[in-house]
T-cell receptor, first 112, second 116 residues
């Protein structure tokens, strides 16, 4: 089983739609969580850090369920510019190591 | 203008050659990391460094070497021992490592290495 699992997509949605991505992680010791956005052939960029049970930033809402080891990202009112791959990232540290485990990403294509 | 820079953007190498990828940051971050990304796979950690003159192997260190002589710089050498070096290489840094739960990593623009 992969440490971080995501639905690879692609998710094809019209502009203005609401879309949700799911992510599960296997290590219950995981302690912080992030969503990164990666455009084609570019570096990942931090979209949101996920605090406690979740947080909201404009059109983006991230939720965390530690009991189920599940993270989600909700995008409301999708824009063409939201088209990208969304990476679920889980952080845990053992000793002095800050280790990020990356999912393979979910591809979103917003259609006009 | 703070950030992480990587050079070159594209690199072509003949089999049997060693190449060095540059990574510099002026964010005053303590920790730096090297990842590789292959199609259909998540980023995989090659090496990381939490302080100057110290570094540790990540999950796929074989065939790679690094140094951390300055806080700002963390070059990666891809040696001829690396069996499948063609990949997208990403350098990242974070403000600190180890004891912070919310220790976001920030990435450079990457180097795309192709072995001919």
């Amino acid at each position: 089983r992969k440490e971080v699992e995501q639905d690879p997509g692609p998710f094809n949605v019209p502009e203005g739609a609401t879309v949700a991505f799911n992510c599960t992680y296997s290590n219950s010791a995981s302690q912080s969580f992030f969503w990164y956005r990666q455009d084609c052939r570019k570096e990942p960029k931090l979209l949101m850090s996920v605090y406690s049970s979740g947080n909201e930033d404009g059109r983006f809402t991230a939720q965390l369920n530690r009991a189920s080891q599940y993270i989600s990202l909700l995008i409301r009112d999708s824009k063409l510019s939201d088209s990208a791959t969304y990476l679920c990232v889980v952080n845990y540290y053992g000793g002095a190591t800050n280790k990020l485990i990356f999912g393979t990403g979910t591809l979103l294509a917003v259609q006009p | 203008d703070g950030g992480i820079t990587q050079s070159p953007k594209y690199l072509f190498r003949k089999e049997g050659q060693n190449v060095t990828l540059s990574c510099e940051q002026n964010l005053n971050h303590d920790a730096m990391y090297w990842y590789r990304q292959d199609p259909g796979q998540g980023l995989r950690l090659i090496y990381y460094s939490q302080i100057v003159n110290d570094f540790q192997k990540g999950d796929i260190a074989e065939g790679y070497s690094v140094s951390r002589e300055k806080k700002e710089s963390f070059p990666l050498t891809v040696t001829s021992a690396q069996k499948n070096p063609t990949a997208f290489y990403l350098c990242a840094s974070s403000i600190r490592s180890g004891y912070s739960s919310y220790n976001e990593q920030f990435f450079g623009p990457g180097t795309r290495l192709t072995v001919l």
